[in-house]
């Protein structure tokens, strides 16, 4: 096993990071805890997320400089000059949406109290220089030393939530097949919540790929994973559909019904795992709900029944229901794509 999977290449990042900080700082004869303190909170996920929010942190961290001076040199080292340095940096942070920049502004401010005795304004400016010195180091240890690449808990998530969704497409079906009360926060809430976290995993590749690229088989790999997880979102969103579908005045036949069931436990288990998706098999069952579907239709343009919707809620499940089998094709055709790559 890698040194990186075993501790974490965020960790190894960070300890690095802390060691060319402390040592710069080392050299040209400065406290290295400010700058310290501020390598650790600067190290984000991606390059990009740390260049963008080193640009809002810095000013904080002035900030947090500036009042600790003045509040130190009106009430020396004390509990007011504490409480006066905090609650102000924290204020002006707020009021000029310096939010990213809060922690390290407040920490700076605190801890500078305890350090200043003379010198006022010098030990201002050996801050900002701390405090720049902390920032660079911090940013390019995450530019230059293991680049993050999410590409495959990116492919690992999605076949995760893939999976989860099968059964959650299984537990909806047998609910609305027997006519069973069914609710949002045990079917489709847990699946958004899975569906966000991923959905931040590419943002945070794709942030990433401006300052290292995917190029070959990775980007070919990320390239269909978006597409996958565009797929499982649509797959949610017909589920959405579906629990929001009056399930009154809705009567199934006994062939009606088995033919559901079973096609939806395979789809599930396709879903679950891609052994046991037989693509055959799923473009039979396709077809055998796509004439059920029509035949469903006539018969009830025939009896010219009224429904509130106007749509009949069984044609609406049914449609909802093979809109989720033509994705879960396009879900499989995707993922052909990446295991050719891998």
């Not at 401006?210 to 390239?223: A, D, N, R, S």
Request: charged residues 20%; hydrophobic residues 45%.
């Amino acid at each position: 096993m890698k040194i990186t999977q075993l501790i974490g290449s965020r960790l190894i990042k960070t300890a690095v990071a802390i060691f060319i900080t402390a040592w710069v700082c080392e050299l040209v004869g400065w406290p290295p805890v400010f700058a310290v303190i501020t390598a650790i909170v600067t190290l984000e996920p991606t390059v990009s997320e740390s260049i963008k929010k080193g640009f809002i942190r810095f000013p904080a961290s002035a900030i947090g400089s500036a009042y600790a001076v003045l509040f130190i040199a009106l009430f020396g080292n004390s509990p007011i000059t504490y409480t006066l340095a905090a609650f102000f940096t924290i204020a002006t942070c707020v009021t000029f949406r310096l939010h990213a920049g809060l922690l390290v502004a407040t920490l700076t401010a605190v801890a500078m109290v305890e350090v200043i005795h003379n010198n006022f304004l010098i030990s201002f400016f050996i801050r900002l220089g701390t405090t720049t010195i902390g920032l660079i180091v911090s940013t390019a240890v995450n530019m230059f030393i293991l680049p993050p690449d999410y590409t495959k808990d990116i492919v690992t998530h999605i076949r995760r939530l893939n999976k989860q969704t099968g059964k959650n497409i299984e537990k909806l079906f047998q609910l609305i097949l027997n006519e069973n009360e069914v609710r949002d926060a045990d079917i489709v809430t847990p699946l958004h919540t899975a569906s966000t976290k991923v959905g931040r995993l590419i943002q945070f590749q794709e942030d990433e790929s401006k300052y290292h690229p995917l190029v070959g088989h990775e980007k070919h790999i990320f390239q269909h994973a978006q597409q996958q997880m565009i797929t499982i979102r649509m797959i949610h969103y017909h589920m959405d559909n579906l629990l929001h579908t009056s399930l009154e005045n809705v009567s199934w036949s006994q062939d009606e019904r088995s033919v559901i069931l079973q096609s939806v436990e395979e789809l599930a288990e396709g879903m679950k795992s891609k052994k046991y998706f037989d693509q055959e098999k799923h473009k039979k069952q396709l077809k055998q709900l796509t004439n059920m579907f029509w035949e469903d239709s006539e018969e009830i343009t025939k009896s010219k029944e009224q429904h509130p919707t106007h749509f009949p809620p069984k044609l609406i499940i049914l449609y909802e229901l093979l809109s989720i089998f033509e994705l879960v094709t396009r879900f499989y055709q995707n993922e052909s794509e990446i295991e050719k790559s891998v």
